[in-house]
């Protein structure tokens, strides 16, 4: 998988380069190509963003820069196929939800690309030009507000590469996961590991009997109960 990122602060996304996203890029199993914006500015300031129209506080990044950031990207998709369009996501906290089912999705892509906006976001006209080309996505990582869409493109990538076979050793930890089908999307149970007794806490009976379906059945419950409490949208 080829990951591209668009950003203003380039080193927010050094993170990506350590343990195992790292070692998925030495394997060659994961390519990140991270671009600064600035790179498609030609003033002496290097500008990237401007006061809004019809006022208010605050910046709007420009479209220019975008724009030509993005006939770059295209241009490294090569002649354009009549296949399915490159993918590109721009985190927002207008942006649909970003979940499990996302990164599922995702990770069957063979490239992404995050355009990361910062100031109070990204002129609309190029979100509406990039249509044309990309199969765009604005995608909201949760319901606050951060100061650039870098910090949730790292959380997206994270969530998203993980799942890509081979970057996590144990594939079966994956299978049990919060969120994903096969945990029929119920959160998940708590987690014990030796000593089987530490600081008067004992961990619970059932774990220790080796007994496989008891300790199947006490995780679904435990799972049930905690998602019922937590997260009664998620039990459907
Ligand atoms: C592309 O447009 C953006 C992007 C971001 C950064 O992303 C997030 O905040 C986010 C992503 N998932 N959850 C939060 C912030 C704004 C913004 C909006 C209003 C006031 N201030 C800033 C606009």
């Not at 990122?5 to 390519?31: N, R």
Request: a negative charge.
């Amino acid at each position: 998988m080829r990951i591209d990122v668009f950003t203003i602060f380039p080193d927010y996304l050094a993170p990506l380069q350590l343990s195992l996203i790292g070692k998925a890029i030495e394997d060659g199993l994961l390519e990140v190509h991270v671009h600064d914006l600035r790179q498609w500015t030609h003033d002496r300031h290097r500008t990237v963003d401007d006061t809004p129209y019809g006022g208010g506080a605050g910046m709007v990044m420009k479209p220019e820069p975008w724009g030509e950031a993005l006939d770059a990207l295209l241009a490294s998709y090569g002649p354009i196929t009549d296949g399915p369009r490159p993918v590109l996501l721009v985190p927002t906290p207008s942006g649909r939800p970003f979940t499990q089912a996302m990164a599922d999705e995702l990770a069957a892509a063979p490239r992404i690309a995050f355009a990361c906006g910062r100031y109070e976001g990204i002129d609309h006209r190029v979100i509406d030009w990039a249509r044309q080309y990309f199969d765009v996505s604005e995608v909201s990582l949760g319901d606050y507000v951060l100061n650039g869409g870098e910090v949730a493109a790292l959380a997206m990538i994270e969530a998203t590469v993980r799942l890509v076979p081979g970057v996590i050793g144990n594939s079966l930890s994956l299978v049990e996961e919060s969120y994903s089908a096969a945990s029929d999307h119920l959160l998940e149970y708590p987690v014990y590991t030796k000593p089987a007794s530490w600081r008067g806490f004992d961990v619970p009976e059932v774990l220790l009997s080796g007994h496989h379906g008891k300790v199947a059945q006490w995780r679904h419950e435990q799972s049930v109960e905690i998602t019922s409490r937590r997260r009664p949208d998620l039990i459907t």
